[in-house]
């Protein structure tokens, strides 16, 4: 269903007032900080299931979005 005229500047009022939140900004200025202190880490190879276990990965979000 398209966005009226007015929908769509009030999604533009709250996306820009959501990227612009204290936090986020704060979050952004630290962002080089944060990059360096990470520069040496590494998540384990077993950190990503999405590959292998996809399948019930979907079963178990339908099942939470179920109720």
């Given amino acids: 269903m398209p966005f009226g005229d007015e ?26 900080e944060n990059f360096t202190a990470l520069r040496s880490a ?9 590959p292998t276990q996809s399948p019930a990965i979907a079963a178990e979000t339908a099942a939470l979005l179920a109720g």
Avoid: V
């Fill in 7 to 32: 929908t769509k500047r009030q999604m533009g009022l709250l996306s820009t007032r959501n990227a612009t939140l204290p936090t986020i900004l704060d979050e952004m200025n630290r962002a080089p």
């Fill in 42 to 50: 590494a998540f384990p190879g077993g950190h990503y299931l999405h």
